[in-house]
């Protein structure tokens, strides 16, 4: 009977030594697609978190390097110079773009995707047909088409995955369509600076805020904090809303996770 090696690498180890480094370290492009459960659904710890924040820890890209967003190429000059893409999509359609980019594209990037289980299941989580049809991408970003342009608009929100939808709802319910703007960040990375860009001039006088539901240790805060204030030429800071920082991923306690979820939901909207 064989016995297993004690000495067999971790998952993390193997995404440090072979996937995020794997073409500048061994010179070999890899296509690799990750689809990893990830979204704060009160089912306690070990189902919660795909640990974004190592990932996007992994990324190459420079922070404080201000990209040439008015290059025709930016985005196509992006993906080719970044190690690996990390996305968080919240529509089938995106989701089947991201996939069919990663195979047309001429060359090969590992592609880190973060799957809410709830998703699968919502009613809001769907796409019409023509989103699919030629002539349609994936869109690194998806801008608000509620608020309108200009003064009136207090608050402008971004986020990353699942939370959109409870924030979609609860604006709604509070009926601040007109006066808080909700963008989605679909690709975490590489950081689309040129439509945070567009999306932050959309709405000049806004209040800018970075809802997610991860710990603030945690998360994508660290990493969009200071590409936020890069892509905004140094003149907006967003501020953080969600749940404070936390040793744990999630409360392992239905009903904190409860109250810890409206808080942060019913916090976007305190203008």
Known sequence: MHKPSTNLPRPQCIIDQFISSGQEKW???????????HGYEGMGPEHSSARLERFLQLCSDDADCQPDID????EYDQLYSCNMQVI??????????ALRRQVKKPFRKP???MTPKSLLRHPEAKSKFSYFDEGTHFLRLIPDSTAREGEGVKRIVFCSGKVYYELAKQRELAGLQESVAISRVEQVSPFPHDLVH???ARFPAADVVWVQEEPKNMGAWSYVQPRFFTASHSQRHP?????????????GNKAVYK????????GAFSL
């Open 27 to 37: 010179v070999r492009q890899s296509g690799l697609v990750m689809l990893l459960p």
């Open 71 to 74: 290059n025709p190429a930016f």
């Open 88 to 97: 968080n999509c919240t529509t089938p359609s995106n989701y089947f773009h």
């Open 111 to 113: 592609l880190i995707v």
């Open 198 to 200: 567009r999306e932050l």
């Open 239 to 251: 501020r953080y809303i969600g749940r404070p920082p936390s040793a744990t991923v999630a409360a």
């Open 259 to 266: 109250h810890e979820q409206e808080t942060l939901v019913q």
